[in-house]
């Protein structure tokens, strides 16, 4: 079972792993954290090859996938 | 919870109090060239016969710099505008067996640096430097920096740029160092073997990123990383294109300082006994 | 591997022992400058050519390899005080010399060695200013010492008279240094650098040496140091151990935090640093004096005017019958106000001779304002004073 977690205290609603995902795993949501930011969220889980491309480009290191 | 797994490499929090999130903007290249050096850093951890303890992070001062400042759970030192270069090269003189990565600017590195830089990479000395190039100095509000294109309308320069900007890799190649490369945040993988080599590069290595700066230049960062790929070729199709060529410009081991001088220390002790 | 041009070149011949032989010496300033440090442990000199400081870094690029250390003649003087940084955060006892525009281009590094607690020594071969001046002596940069650096923040100078001071105060200046983890200066003059004149070296093995404290000699682990606490001089993690020190130059928390930002962790920090070394002036700062029982005037001075004071305080007591004392600060700073206070009880006059316009008068003159009539301030620009000025000097502000 593939996880995505994404960091609600570090997270800064940059979109980067929004814009680098191959397969449109995730999508800006209206949830807004702590700091007034616009969190990622995942909208099509099945999608997910565990590229961890998302993982690799954050600015924040605050997303997560487990690993193959 | 499941946590980023280059946060084993980040103090997240100490008695004082938590450090993260950074202090950098949303979307910041600076944070993704953080990423992408923990990556490189990471894979080399791995291999036998490396040890944590030898790495150590030194920057200037700027966004990039901050990287340092105290996030980093490696030995590091924040230190002077411009001076990150000869720190390192005190550090190595110390002892050579460190392996110094040093986190700089286009600001830090090229106008209050670019002596240092130039002399660094003379002396090939064994540090492998990282430089977040943004084109413009972010910490203090954006204004014009040496690597500013011409006719660009920053705080100091109002009425349009009236400087051409240094082409960095050329300059560092020129200067001496023995690897030299360019890449883009928008290029992760090539960034992260990029820096791996640098780190394996037994002498002076130049990486510059080229990196988006969304707070100063009103874009999103999404934007901008895209045309942060639009913008950029690969050196081996640059020759008839106005695209900023990026890749590896130069490879050419050569003596290191360290280990030059090291013969010298044999030689003296040989004398004497 | 020995590259094949190295092999071939010829080594300067002079491969004396390692340290310095105990016994008598005839040795310039500078190299006996050189030869302390050496037997304080120096491993690393990162220098810059400047007049009249060079003999001290060529000495050093001779001798340093030969004790397995590094030399390299920097770029600039900022990167070669820069260099120093590096190389004492790497764990190395590290020094440059430069002379008064050098001096100048060191002072944001030393500021930033200050805030980082970094141990280095810094010597600075005193020649006359503003701007390149000349390349003779002077005591001109005696109050940049103290407060050429930008911020607050306090540090060590020393004085060194003679040949055998510039070794002695070298090595004191690299305990000093260790002990109190902080940039220390020595104030030289050209005077004293191109000097040449007797050294005796004691036996080395009854030389102290200090070392910095380290987080390991007191059993605290890598999880629980904290780069800037456990005590008012912090143990220093060197690179390299595995302790993860972070070095920061914005002020911060005892474990380095620089973003949890307040008035309060910015006065305690400043406060620390303050107290580590005014707060302990009577134990870091040194003062000589002869003759001060029941003086009715006193002459205090540093460097190598106190070669000619000492020589005009005996001439005029002897042949004048002036009841004169002698004092020689041989720390500078941190100024040792209370010390000088207790060396005298009340007297008439207070001489301070300088090679400047009147510079270490104005902490004299205030340490002393209750315990002498007025301060006679002696200044001479370029030259050592000649014992008859001094004389002359005594005998007018005695008599009238």
Same mark, same amino acid.
């Given at each position: 079972?593939?996880?995505?977690?994404?960091?609600?205290?570090?997270?800064?609603?940059?979109?980067?792993?929004?814009?680098?995902?191959?397969?449109?795993?995730?999508?800006?949501?209206?949830?807004?954290?702590?700091?007034?930011?616009?969190?990622?969220?995942?909208?099509?889980?099945?999608?997910?090859?565990?590229?961890?491309?998302?993982?690799?480009?954050?600015?924040?290191?605050?997303?997560?996938?487990?690993?193959? | 919870?499941?946590?980023?797994?280059?946060?084993?490499?980040?103090?997240?929090?100490?008695?004082?109090?938590?450090?993260?999130?950074?202090?950098?903007?949303?979307?910041?290249?600076?944070?993704?060239?953080?990423?992408?050096?923990?990556?490189?850093?990471?894979?080399?951890? @791995?291999?036998?016969?490396?040890?944590?303890?030898?790495?150590?992070?030194?920057?200037?001062?700027?966004?990039?710099?901050?990287?340092?400042? *105290?996030?980093?759970?490696?030995?590091?030192?924040?230190?002077?505008?411009?001076?990150? #270069?000869?720190?390192?090269?005190?550090?190595?003189?110390? @002892?050579?067996?460190?392996?110094?990565?040093?986190?700089?600017?286009?600001?830090?590195?090229?106008?209050?640096?670019?002596?240092?830089?130039? *002399?660094?990479?003379?002396?090939?000395?064994?540090?492998?430097?990282?430089?977040? @190039?943004?084109?413009?100095?972010?910490?203090?509000?954006?204004?014009?920096?040496?690597?500013?294109?011409?006719?660009?309308?920053?705080?100091?320069?109002?009425?349009?740029?009236?400087?051409?900007?240094?082409? #960095?890799?050329?300059?560092?190649?020129?200067?001496?160092?023995?690897?030299?490369?360019?890449?883009?945040?928008?290029?992760?993988?090539?960034?992260?073997?990029?820096?791996?080599?640098?780190?394996? @590069?037994?002498?002076?290595?130049?990486?510059?990123? #080229?990196?988006?700066?969304?707070?100063?230049?009103?874009?999103?960062?999404?934007?901008?990383?895209?045309?942060?790929?639009?913008?950029?070729?690969?050196?081996?199709?640059?020759?008839?294109?106005?695209?900023?060529?990026?890749?590896?410009?130069?490879?050419?081991?050569?003596?290191?300082?360290?280990?030059?001088?090291?013969?010298?220390?044999?030689?003296?002790?040989?004398?004497?006994? | 591997?020995?590259?094949?041009?190295?092999?071939?070149?010829?080594?300067?011949?002079?491969?004396?022992?390692?340290?310095?032989?105990?016994?008598?010496?005839?040795?310039?300033?500078?190299?006996?400058?050189?030869? $302390?440090?050496?037997?304080?442990?120096?491993?690393?000199?990162?220098?810059?050519?400047?007049?009249?400081?060079?003999?001290?870094?060529?000495?050093?690029?001779?001798?340093?390899?030969?004790?397995?250390?590094?030399?390299?003649?920097?770029?600039?003087?900022?990167?070669?005080?820069?260099?120093?940084?590096?190389?004492?955060?790497?764990?190395?006892?590290?020094?440059?010399?430069?002379?008064?525009?050098?001096?100048?281009?060191?002072?944001?590094?030393?500021?930033?060695?200050?805030?980082?607690?970094?141990?280095?020594?810094?010597?600075?071969?005193?020649?006359?200013?503003?701007?390149?001046?000349?390349?003779?002596?002077?005591?001109?940069?005696?109050?940049?010492?103290?407060?050429?650096?930008?911020?607050?923040?306090? /540090? /060590?100078?020393?004085?060194?008279?003679?040949?055998?001071?510039?070794?002695?105060?070298?090595?004191?200046?690299?305990?000093?240094?260790?002990?109190?983890?902080?940039?220390?200066?020595?104030?030289?003059?050209?005077?004293?650098?191109?000097?040449?004149?007797?050294?005796?070296?004691?036996?080395?093995?009854?030389?102290?040496?200090?070392?910095?404290?380290?987080?390991?000699?007191?059993?605290?682990?890598?999880?629980?140091?904290?780069?800037?606490?456990?005590?008012?001089?912090?143990?220093?993690?060197?690179?390299?151990? $595995?302790?993860?020190?972070?070095?920061?130059?914005?002020?911060?928390?005892?474990?380095?935090?620089?973003?949890?930002?307040?008035?309060?962790?910015?006065?305690?920090?400043?406060?620390?640093?303050?107290?580590?070394?005014?707060?302990?002036?009577?134990?870091?700062?040194?003062?000589?004096?002869?003759?001060?029982?029941?003086?009715?005037?006193?002459?205090?001075?540093? $460097?190598?005017?106190?070669?000619? $004071?000492?020589?005009?305080?005996?001439?005029?007591?002897?042949?004048?019958?002036?009841?004169?004392?002698?004092?020689?600060?041989?720390?500078?700073?941190?100024?040792?106000?209370?010390?000088?206070?207790?060396?005298?009880?009340?007297?008439?006059?207070?001489?301070?001779?300088?090679?400047?316009?009147?510079?270490?008068?104005?902490?004299?003159?205030?340490?002393?304002?209750?315990?002498?009539?007025?301060?006679?301030?002696?200044?001479?620009?370029?030259?050592?004073?000649?014992?008859?000025?001094?004389?002359?000097?005594?005998?007018?502000?005695?008599?009238?």
């Amino acid at each position: 079972m593939i996880e995505i977690v994404i960091n609600s205290d570090y997270c800064k609603g940059c979109s980067i792993c929004v814009a680098f995902c191959p397969r449109k795993v995730l999508q800006t949501s209206n949830h807004i954290n702590s700091k007034g930011f616009m969190l990622p969220e995942v909208v099509n889980l099945d999608a997910c090859t565990q590229c961890m491309l998302c993982e690799i480009v954050c600015p924040d290191l605050a997303i997560a996938v487990t690993g193959k | 919870m499941l946590k980023h797994p280059m946060l084993k490499y980040i103090r997240e929090e100490g008695p004082a109090g938590k450090r993260l999130p950074f202090i950098l903007c949303p979307g910041c290249g600076a944070g993704q060239v953080l990423n992408y050096t923990l990556h490189a850093v990471d894979e080399i951890i @791995n291999q036998p016969g490396v040890k944590k303890e030898d790495f150590v992070f030194i920057s200037g001062i700027g966004c990039s710099s901050r990287l340092t400042s *105290h996030y980093l759970n490696f030995d590091s030192g924040w230190t002077l505008h411009g001076r990150a #270069l000869p720190v390192a090269t005190g550090v190595l003189l110390a @002892n050579p067996k460190l392996k110094v990565i040093v986190f700089t600017g286009d600001g830090d590195a090229a106008a209050i640096g670019g002596n240092h830089f130039i *002399h660094a990479f003379r002396r090939n000395i064994n540090i492998t430097v990282i430089c977040v @190039n943004n084109g413009l100095y972010g910490m203090t509000g954006g204004q014009v920096a040496p690597t500013t294109q011409p006719f660009t309308i920053t705080p100091t320069t109002p009425y349009g740029n009236v400087e051409e900007a240094f082409d #960095l890799c050329k300059l560092a190649t020129v200067a001496g160092a023995s690897y030299v490369s360019r890449w883009t945040t928008a290029h992760p993988f090539q960034t992260i073997k990029a820096i791996k080599k640098g780190i394996a @590069n037994k002498g002076a290595s130049f990486i510059e990123i #080229l990196s988006q700066c969304p707070v100063h230049e009103h874009k999103t960062p999404v934007e901008m990383i895209n045309a942060l790929k639009g913008m950029t070729v690969s050196i081996d199709k640059s020759m008839n294109s106005n695209k900023i060529p990026v890749g590896e410009f130069h490879f050419a081991p050569r003596p290191e300082w360290t280990e030059r001088y090291e013969a010298i220390i044999e030689k003296c002790n040989e004398r004497i006994s | 591997m020995v590259e094949a041009a190295v092999k071939e070149k010829k080594y300067p011949g002079n491969f004396r022992r390692p340290y310095i032989k105990a016994g008598r010496h005839y040795l310039e300033g500078s190299e006996a400058c050189v030869e $302390g440090a050496l037997v304080a442990g120096l491993k690393v000199y990162a220098g810059y050519p400047i007049t009249p400081a060079s003999e001290i870094m060529e000495h050093a690029s001779r001798r340093l390899p030969q004790f397995g250390g590094r030399f390299i003649q920097m770029e600039d003087e900022i990167s070669a005080a820069c260099a120093l940084i590096g190389a004492s955060w790497a764990g190395a006892k590290a020094m440059t010399a430069t002379s008064s525009p050098g001096f100048s281009l060191m002072q944001e590094a030393i500021s930033f060695s200050i805030m980082t607690e970094t141990p280095l020594l810094i010597v600075d071969v005193q020649r006359p200013g503003p701007g390149q001046g000349y390349i003779t002596t002077s005591q001109e940069d005696v109050m940049q010492a103290r407060y050429g650096h930008h911020g607050e923040g306090p /540090i /060590i100078a020393l004085a060194p008279s003679s040949v055998q001071d510039m070794f002695e105060l070298t090595i004191e200046a690299f305990n000093l240094s260790e002990k109190w983890r902080t940039p220390v200066l020595l104030m030289v003059e050209e005077t004293v650098a191109h000097l040449r004149e007797q050294l005796i070296v004691p036996e080395l093995d009854t030389i102290e040496l200090i070392k910095r404290k380290k987080p390991q000699d007191l059993n605290i682990s890598p999880e629980t140091y904290l780069p800037y606490g456990h005590d008012i001089v912090p143990p220093m993690a060197n690179f390299g151990e $595995g302790y993860n020190i972070n070095h920061v130059g914005l002020v911060h928390s005892e474990d380095g935090n620089v973003s949890n930002y307040s008035l309060k962790v910015h006065r305690e920090n400043i406060d620390r640093l303050h107290q580590k070394i005014e707060g302990n002036v009577n134990e870091i700062a040194r003062i000589e004096s002869q003759f001060l029982d029941d003086c009715d005037h006193v002459l205090i001075c540093y $460097g190598s005017v106190a070669r000619t $004071g000492l020589e005009a305080v005996k001439e005029v007591r002897e042949v004048h019958g002036i009841k004169i004392g002698f004092i020689r600060l041989v720390t500078l700073w941190p100024f040792p106000e209370e010390k000088l206070r207790s060396l005298i009880s009340k007297v008439k006059n207070v001489f301070v001779p300088e090679m400047n316009l009147g510079m270490i008068k104005h902490p004299i003159t205030e340490a002393l304002r209750d315990k002498c009539d007025r301060v006679i301030s002696i200044p001479e620009i370029g030259a050592l004073h000649s014992p008859e000025k001094l004389i002359d000097q005594i005998i007018k502000g005695s008599t009238c």
